[in-house]
């Protein structure tokens, strides 16, 4: 099975802030990586599918990038709505594999 | 409008059983792929089984595997999943999502409770 690894776990950040989480996958994936956004409470939020497409409707201040093993989510300017859980995934191979998830608070 | 409802979750005892279904509607839902995702309380998320458009081909996670089952009847555009022999570790929110890699659409959610 592929594991992916999320890092931070938990990231503090402001209003305004560039925030970028990484993505590290066990064996390489090529650019089949998906990015979500999870609220509490509600069902997960496709943000980004291979690698760096943008889902239609979501915000163009996200963006992915990264292939083979190491992948980022930017978000460049933190909006109030954006305090969420952002989970990889990834869709190489099956199992289907996420990452732990990282929650960005507000600091 | 497109949208996946998950229905059936519940309490039930370890080693019971329970079937839930997930109802799709504004789309064509034969030519989709369709998965369960599972999330326990305060947990990340889980792949648990996908299947085909047609439903000949299935996947499922080490974990449920030769005690879940997954199906779908295109007729009444619906997913199942039976679950068996339920443990502790199965409680969770049970999530239908859509398409063959990445899920762009997901149900709400029904929560499995495995508990005496």
């Known amino acids: 099975d592929i594991q992916m690894t999320q890092s931070p776990s938990t990231l503090s950040a402001s209003v305004g802030d560039r925030v970028t989480i990484t993505c590290r996958a066990s064996q390489s994936i090529n650019i089949w990586l998906a990015w979500y956004q999870q609220k509490p409470g509600k069902a997960p939020n496709l943000l980004i599918y291979?690698?760096?497409s943008l889902e239609s409707g979501v915000p163009s201040r996200f963006s992915g990038s990264g292939s083979g093993t190491e992948f980022t989510l930017t978000i460049s300017s933190l909006q109030p709505d954006d305090f969420a859980a952002y989970y990889c995934q990834q869709y190489n191979s099956f199992p289907r594999t996420f990452g732990q998830g990282t929650k960005v608070e507000i600091k | 409008e497109v949208q996946l409802v998950e229905s059936g979750g519940g309490l039930v005892q370890p080693g019971g059983s329970l079937r839930l279904s997930c109802a799709a509607s504004g789309f064509t839902f034969n030519s989709f792929e369709v998965n369960w995702v599972r999330q326990a309380p305060g947990k990340g998320l889980e792949w648990v089984s996908h299947?085909?458009?047609?439903?000949?081909?299935?996947y499922y996670a080490d974990s449920v595997k030769g005690r879940f089952t997954i199906s779908r009847d295109n007729a009444k555009n619906s997913l199942y999943l039976q679950m068996n022999s339920l443990r502790a570790e199965d409680t969770a929110v049970y999530y239908c999502a859509r398409k063959f890699g990445y899920f762009d659409l997901w149900g709400r959610g029904t929560l499995v409770t495995v508990s005496s």
């Open positions: 299947i085909s458009s047609s439903g000949t081909t299935i």
């Open positions: 291979k690698a760096s």
